[in-house]
């Protein structure tokens, strides 16, 4: 097999694409981040939970529980969503671990989660104070 090595931005490259043998030591082909991403092909129903989902939406882990975070940013094209989580950060999650989506709100399947999604939820509510409680309003 052919290949060759070139430099470029100070990088050393190795090219072992079949096209460029014969050529010149500077390899034609654009760098894998200058070519164009292809967006990936969404499911009849990953587009449609897709749709459902607006920026700003609360996220939970079950129906009834309290948000953990929120929708930060829709992947267009892509099979995922950022989402804030509380204490954590953002977190990029996959379409196919949103079990529902109703009444602003996304709802995540735990089981399909990423082992350090599940700790950053279990500690979405560390930093709160389990003695706080609200100043009485001046109406009371």
Do not use: W
């Not at 990953?46 to 079950?62: A, K, L, P, Y």
């Not at 509380?86 to 735990?110: C, M, Q, R, T, Y």
């Amino acid at each position: 097999m052919h290949f060759h090595r070139f430099e470029t931005a100070g990088v050393s490259i190795i090219c072992r694409n079949p096209h460029c043998e014969g050529r010149s030591q500077r390899c034609p082909l654009p760098m894998p981040s200058q070519r164009e991403a292809q967006p990936a092909q969404l499911s009849q129903g990953d587009r449609i939970m897709h749709d459902q989902i607006s920026e700003g939406f609360m996220v939970f882990v079950s129906d009834g529980a309290e948000g953990i975070g929120s929708v930060r940013e829709i992947r267009h094209g892509l099979p995922e969503l950022l989402v804030y989580i509380e204490n954590a950060g953002d977190f990029v999650i996959p379409l196919s671990a949103v079990k529902a989506v109703h009444s602003d709100k996304v709802i995540l399947d735990f089981d399909h989660l990423d082992l350090r999604l599940r700790n950053a939820i279990r500690h979405a509510r560390d930093s709160e104070d389990p003695d706080y409680v609200s100043p009485a309003s001046e109406d009371e």
